[in-house]
């Protein structure tokens, strides 16, 4: 396959993040051609991918074009599919996976859709080359994904394999962990470039306050990973890749004057955390305690960013119980983050009511299935607790 070849890269993503994603795309050079719910297109070679794998912080998968056509039935993808030179792409003795997203009333099962291309691949790979490859569902070598949304069919290379989701250091999740390019999206949202204190109490397994640290470092989404897709297409020069790694470690600050702070009561959490943090390399730059919010050791100048994700009352405790600690954060803020900006991501909308303070600003997000908001609350000197909660609601 010829890495130098142009097409359209599709690179998808959690719902409500397309923003931020065209924000890093832009900021990287490259155009936006159109952005779906959960998705956005641009466009570049394999080598290109290579670059947006590497550096893309909030997006799952980076997808290369194969081919785009109309077709009405499973025939008709069995027979295109047949048509493309997987010769090429795949290797003769390699392993591949096919993955969909399908919407078509002819499939009922999007399974053998992806059976369907995979016998195509199979059959054209036996015909020109006397091999067959090993196929499954791993997505540790070649990966094919297809789209196929009521008679338009878009086949691509997944140049990520395993989402970029999977940083590559996060061995201890600890529990209802947010995703790494979710986390990044949050951060992206509050602003936070690195040059702010940070704090991030209820730090879970420590997913924010690594993200945090990679932004202040620039330190590349991908820096972590061992393995992608574009590594398993026909064609693939190792030292490209080790090009585009080498000049993207060598912007990493390796001594910035950051200071995040992370905290969290649960012994658990901060094991998973301090182990995370470890593997990340960022030890000397997040200090972290063991400590209830209230008691989170916070900068002196009052001017700093604190991220709070809180348990929802949905997945990993009641509701009742939760209200407090949603007033208590309340108080944590009007008290001890005079000056500061105060943000706290939550997927419940009637606890985040119990915070009582006015938010000044509200982003939509999506935590898996559950819609969430980030609420930010501005800490002025002299911010009061409002006596109605609808401000919040939004």
């Not at 919407?103 to 006397?130: H, W």
């Not at 604190?306 to 009742?320: A, I, K, S, T």
């Not at 939509?364 to 819609?371: C, L, P, T, W, Y």
């Amino acid at each position: 396959m010829k890495f130098d070849k142009k097409s359209e890269i599709l690179i998808t993503c959690p719902k409500e993040i397309p923003q931020y994603l065209e924000k890093e795309l832009k900021e990287l050079g490259f155009p936006v051609l159109y952005t779906r719910k959960a998705a956005v297109a641009t466009e570049g070679t394999l080598n290109d991918c290579i670059f947006l794998n590497m550096h893309i912080r909030t997006g799952h998968r980076v997808l290369w074009c194969l081919d785009k056509y109309r077709i009405q039935n499973p025939d008709v993808l069995y027979k295109n599919g047949r048509k493309l030179p997987w010769e090429e792409i795949i290797p003769s003795k390699g392993y591949f996976s096919v993955s969909a997203s399908v919407l078509n009333d002819t499939i009922k099962d999007t399974r053998f859709a992806s059976y369907k291309l995979k016998d195509a691949i199979v059959d054209r790979m036996r015909e020109k080359t006397g091999n067959r490859p090993d196929s499954g569902p791993q997505e540790d070598k070649t990966v094919i994904f297809l789209y196929w949304k009521e008679n338009d069919c878009a086949v691509y290379l997944d140049t990520s394999g395993e989402p970029l989701s999977r940083r590559g250091y996060r061995t201890n999740p600890n529990k209802a962990p947010m995703q790494e390019t979710l986390a990044a999206a949050v951060l992206m949202a509050t602003g936070y470039d690195g040059s702010t204190p940070f704090v991030n109490p209820m730090c879970g397994s420590g997913t924010i306050s690594i993200e945090a640290a990679m932004i202040a470092t620039n330190t590349p989404a991908g820096a972590y990973r061992k393995n992608f897709g574009f590594m398993h297409i026909v064609g693939y020069d190792p030292n490209e890749y080790e090009k585009v790694r080498t000049k993207a470690m060598d912007g990493v600050r390796k001594k910035p004057d950051i200071k995040i702070q992370a905290s969290d009561i649960s012994r658990d959490a901060i094991v998973a955390a301090q182990t995370n943090i470890k593997n990340a390399g960022f030890e000397n730059l997040i200090h972290i305690q063991r400590c209830d919010f209230r008691d989170s050791h916070l900068p002196k100048s009052g001017n700093f960013i604190l991220v709070v994700n809180p348990e929802y009352g949905m997945r990993l405790g009641d509701q009742q119980m939760l209200e407090p600690i949603y007033e208590a954060l309340g108080d944590f803020f009007k008290q001890k983050c005079k000056g500061s900006r105060c943000f706290i991501f939550t997927g419940n909308l009637d606890l985040a009511k119990k915070v009582g303070l006015k938010a000044s600003r509200r982003h939509v997000f999506h935590n898996s299935n559950i819609e969430c908001r980030l609420l930010e609350f501005e800490m002025y000197e002299g911010t009061k607790r409002v006596k109605t909660d609808e401000e919040t609601s939004g």
